[in-house]
């Protein structure tokens, strides 16, 4: 008897945003073929992100991070070896940085490093634009633009926690002829890596890549939940920022029925029953399915990495934002390292252990990502293709399949209002009990009680 032929399967970006692995980058519309034509990004109410939609037929051949992520390929094609540290990445060097501009310190989400950084980009001409995201004027407008002037970086200042359309200028980008520096999310700055091997004459464009820290993309419901909590209404926001003020930043809220904008705290200066209302806001039940099964949190292919630092050392400052920068390429180190020279940038120490510490439980379960794509398949999500590094492969813990099970399953809960009576309990409990040592649950229990 004959074996069977095995019949391969050619997905379609559209196939991708069905299987929950879309993160609405926008890269898969880019056409890499002369034939195919290129599609657009629009926003879909009911998933609360961007997907992409095409005239005619959904292309087989694209670039997508959500689907397939190849972390030792990568690796290989951007630094030429496999990482040096298996948690961090690629890394050369590890700095706290900030601008020593002022107001450019004052203006981002945490040090004002990218925008110092880009500036002396422009100004030494090393480049013609470049690619980031502005916030827009309204939640619905944040969307990937090109920035060609060293002074319109102001529009680009701050964090967006809700879904852009990133790929809203990338076929302006690839069609034209500037030198570009891109500025993303690791799942962007891998995208970017990806087109680049099938596009060479970008590759020859591209001069740098500064990529952020992330903890995942959150859609709109989730921040309507948290304003909720403070008697405010979603769909009356016509514009907000999510760091504003001193860092760590408050979020401040224009609403159409109020005349002056209202802030309302994040962590900092919030009760502990306002900080779980957060968390289950923007690190829980609304985030994107593919976000939770990601290897990488610290962008691992970019030229630069930066990231919030939340130490006390940097707490304790007054509110004057730093930055944890890992320069990761050659080119990386060089442009830091003038930025620092001419005056741009300045720099203290911190250590690989303080930059791990810094990121918290996320960063060792990113690296664990093989078992929260098998918890999902057991809760019925289809988690994308993984290749982790080899050191990445072994040394899961039981903690990292309690975490697997926690984070996914409130993704795999029924998005129906009712649900959200159990959020709040379920969260307390997983508070006090899942995630911490049992040492410290009589000290959470009464830092409740007393809602400090």
């Known amino acids: 008897m004959k074996p069977t032929a095995q019949t391969t399967v050619l997905l379609t970006p559209e196939d991708v945003v069905r299987r929950g692995q879309c993160m609405g980058c926008g890269f898969c519309t880019i056409p890499l073929k002369p034939a195919q034509v290129a599609g657009q990004m629009v926003f879909n109410a009911k998933l609360g992100h961007h997907v992409p939609r095409f005239t005619g037929p959904a292309p087989t051949d694209f670039v997508c991070p959500g689907s397939n992520m190849d972390m030792p390929q990568l690796a290989q094609l951007k630094h030429g070896a496999l990482p040096n540290d298996p948690m961090l990445g690629t890394v050369i060097k590890s700095r706290a940085v900030f601008a020593t501009n002022p107001e450019v310190r004052s203006r981002a989400a945490s040090g004002g490093v990218i925008p110092a950084l880009l500036t002396h980009l422009f100004e030494t001409g090393q480049i013609d634009c470049v690619y980031c995201v502005e916030p827009g004027t309204a939640p619905d407008t944040a969307a990937g633009t090109i920035i060609r002037k060293a002074k319109d970086l102001g529009r680009t200042h701050g964090s967006v926690y809700h879904p852009v359309n990133f790929g809203g200028r990338l076929e302006e980008l690839i069609a034209g002829l500037e030198r570009f520096a891109f500025v993303g999310l690791p799942c ?3 995208a970017l890596e990806m087109l680049k091997q099938r596009l060479p004459e970008l590759a020859k464009r591209h001069v740098i890549s500064l990529g952020l820290f992330c903890g995942g993309i959150n859609t709109f419901p989730g921040v309507a939940y948290y304003l909720k909590g403070f008697g405010h209404d979603g769909e009356d926001v016509e514009q907000i920022s999510y760091r504003h003020g001193d860092w760590p930043g408050r979020i401040r809220v224009k609403l159409r029925s109020r005349a002056e904008p209202v802030e309302i705290p994040r962590i900092r200066g919030n009760s502990r029953w306002k900080i779980l209302r957060y968390v289950i806001a923007f ?110 492969q072994n040394g899961s813990s039981f903690r990292h399949w309690i975490y697997a099970w926690v984070d996914l399953g409130k993704i795999a809960l029924p998005r129906h209002p009712v649900m959200q009576l159990i959020y709040m309990p379920w969260q307390v409990f997983e508070y006090l009990f899942l995630t911490f040592a049992p040492q410290r649950v009589w000290r959470r229990l009464r830092n409740l009680l007393h809602n400090r």
């Open 188 to 190: 962007e700055v891998a």
């Open 283 to 392: 690190q829980g039940y609304w985030m994107l399915p593919r976000c939770r099964i990601c290897p990488d949190q610290v962008s691992d292919f970019a030229d630069v990495a930066v990231g919030d630092p939340h130490l006390p050392r940097f707490r304790a400052r007054c509110g004057k934002g730093f930055s944890a920068v890992l320069t990761r390429s050659k080119r990386g180190e060089a442009l830091v390292a003038a930025a620092i020279s001419a005056g741009l940038l300045g720099e203290e120490e911190l250590t690989r252990g303080e930059v791990i510490e810094s990121q918290g439980y996320t960063l060792d379960n990113r690296r664990h990502a093989l078992v929260y794509a098998r918890v999902a398949r057991w809760l019925g999500i289809t988690p994308p293709k993984l290749n982790v590094y080899p050191t990445d």
